[in-house]
């Protein structure tokens, strides 16, 4: 064990889940392992700490093949040398303090500075000592950060303590600051569900603070928490008895580690402001307010339906509609709710691009707009119509205000007459009560997807339950069009829609069968090396396992040259300057959605600097935002949806078999325009295209469809 005293120099790689440091100090006393730069290389797992702060190390000395470095058991930030705490007062954090005034204020407080700051009577025993240039606000600047530092690590340990990700201590200052700790205790579940602590943590900790197992709160969370899970499988309602089962099971696993009469249950979900109760199904009340709203603008839009054509304009044509494309042309001539439904190579694009043309011919002036989901999803749209498209999110001008939502609604509408949708199937019940809600009556709603897609991550089954109350105008494409030099890959996506399993093989598309796990694993491997070309995208089936897009990701960096050393680590990922990422959730303060894509541009102060595609505004993206961050030289076939590659990859391993499903390699292989490589183990292309299993999401959409239009 070897004892040293410095100054924090620098932070080499952080993990901001576990708190792992690699960080550099710069001794302030002779010390044998000083490296050619006169910093000793240390590794903890420890709160952050700022630049400048003198620190005392206790460790052990460690070999590598980087040279020593310390195995740090505890570093504790202390203020007794006079010239390590002046240069600390003297850095960036603490404005204004010159080195004057810093020898002042230790030579007024010699050893016990730092203590002082931290008092609740700080600025007047500061003050009373009448430090020359050290006036009310520069006092006010010192108390501020010295009491944040002490607030900052109390955090960190007590969320280390909880066994959490330390990424939730990051979260829990950002929202509450110094009463966080407090806020946390009072409000174990609501608090631990807003900065991401696992639930099981947070009945831990109720459990700690005094609640009891059959509490009111305690039950009101487990409700909550089973519904939520129930949403994020893409469901919006519960069964009564579905719901109460599961919270029983999750009461068991718990530190409680009991179940909790039915009744009791039953009596708290009737009671509770936050849940509704329709019959024997249970939702989330804003669950429920979003499917009823969608019902009540879709009626509003379907009675104030007007003729917009006495009949179809007749312009002239490039190509030869099909008899479905001609059918599809109907539905200018009125407003209102109308469904597209088209695959790839059904002409829905023409079919689209047909109707703004209709439109144009209007003797009134109608303005269209053109919208997706995805950023990726509405840059497909502006090329293949020549218009501009944009997000839902930026059409309705979506933003969060003081904790609460703000867009666009009936009293300050969309200015359009047309809204087309594209990538229908990709939207959830949420996004799209909140399109309606700002639609003018009298507008014509176009929703344009496929049905052999993946349905929303979000709750609900939009384009399905629609189509299935059979109250809409819908327009199914089902002629596929043969182009003499049509694809291969445009061939193989019609034959896998229909179950056919033999597909063309060709220098387009391509196919690796590999039988043995060894094998794959070596052609994985391979791939990863070799197609390390620009415009190419690896799509994988899974997540997880070895050859899931955690893992692609991770052996992907290690075939790239980076030119700097500067890193960002979060749980299973190490961001470097120019990683390829992608955006994974709605961030409306940030202004960046779910499938944005982007470059790391710069790594400085623990923040990725990242340069999103199609926007000018640089993004900078701190520990509390990291979750919504993923690498992107390989995604899932779900994070895929929405964007078009012109090469690629797809990884097929043989489980888990639940993914090889026709949809699933329906939608990877339709993402892809000239060229894909197909590496499948043990023939799971053709298990997945055999398989037509669709896991049916319970919603209550089209049955309230039903009712309202009766």
Known sequence: MITFHGIYHKTIR???????????????????????????????????????????????????????????????????????LISYLCSDYFKGIGEVTAKALYDAFPGTLNNVLCRDNAFNEIKSKKIPKLNDDKIKIL?????????????????????????????????????????????????????????????????????????????EALIYEVLRRNEDHGNTKMHAKELIEQINRLSEKSIYECTI?????????????????????????????????????????????????????DLPSEFIPSESQKRAENMVLRSGVKLLIGGPGTGKSTTIKRLLEYYQTSEHELKVSLCAPTGRAAQRI???????????????????????????????PIEADIIIIDEFSMVDVFIFSDLLSAVRS??????????????????????????????????????????????????NIQKIRKGQTDLVHDEHFKIYNIPTTESFDHAVKFMIKEYCQKGSQIISMVKKNDYGTQRINHDFQHSLNYDSHEVIEYKHQIFHVNDQIMMI?????????????????????????????????????????????????????????????????????????????????????????????????????????LNIYKQKRITGLAEKLKKQFA
């Open 585 to 689: 959730h709605n961030n409306y303060d940030l202004d960046y959605f779910n499938g944005d894509m982007g470059i790391v541009r710069k790594i400085e102060n623990e923040t990725l600097t990242i340069e999103l595609e199609g926007k000018k505004e640089i993004l900078e993206i701190t520990a509390s935002n990291l979750d919504d961050v993923q690498l992107s030289y390989a995604i899932t076939i779900h994070k895929s949806q929405g964007s078009e590659y012109k090469s690629g990859s797809i990884i097929m391993p043989a489980a888990p078999s639940v993914m090889l499903s026709r949809n699933l390699f329906l939608t990877a292989v339709s993402r892809f325009k000239e060229d894909v490589t197909i590496y499948s183990q043990n023939h799971s292309w053709y298990t997945a295209i």
């Open 261 to 313: 009469p039915y009744l009791t249950i039953w009596l708290i979900v009737q009671e509770m402001k936050g849940i509704k109760v329709d019959h024997e199904y249970v939702y989330q009340k804003k669950t429920w307010d979003a499917e009823s709203n969608i019902v009540f603008h879709m009626k509003r839009l379907d009675q104030t339906s007007k003729q917009m054509f006495q009949k179809i304009p």
């Open 14 to 84: 952080r993990n901001f889940e576990n708190g792992k440091t690699l960080f550099a100090i710069k001794p302030t006393e002779t010390v044998e392992y000083v490296n050619k730069y006169g910093d000793v290389t240390c590794y903890a797992s420890m709160h952050p700490i700022m630049k400048q702060t003198p620190v005392e190390i206790k460790g052990e000395v460690m070999q590598s093949r980087m040279g020593p470095y310390i195995l740090v058991q505890s570093i504790t930030e202390t203020f007794d040398d006079r010239n390590a």
């Open 382 to 412: 502006t090329e293949i119509t020549g218009r501009p498209a944009q997000t839902i999110h930026k059409l309705i001008d979506y933003k969060i205000i003081a904790g609460e939502k703000v867009c666009k609604n009936q009293s300050d």
């Open 442 to 491: 009298g507008c014509t709603v176009i929703l344009c997807g496929d049905e052999d897609q993946l349905p929303s991550v979000g709750a609900g089954n939009l384009l399905h339950d629609i189509k299935e109350s059979d109250l809409f105008e819908t327009y199914v494409l089902d002629h596929v069009f043969r182009q003499k030099e049509e694809s291969s890959i445009s061939q």
């Open 143 to 219: 108390i501020e950060t010295a009491q944040k530092t002490q607030m900052v690590r109390k955090t960190y340990f007590f969320i280390a303590r909880l066994h959490a990700d330390l990424i939730c201590a990051e979260k829990l200052i950002d929202k509450y600051g110094f009463s966080g700790i407090d806020k946390l205790k009072e409000s174990p579940y609501r608090v631990g569900y807003e900065i991401d602590l696992p639930f099981e943590i947070c009945e831990a900790l109720a459990k700690k603070t005094g609640i009891i197992a059959y509490e009111k709160i305690r039950v």
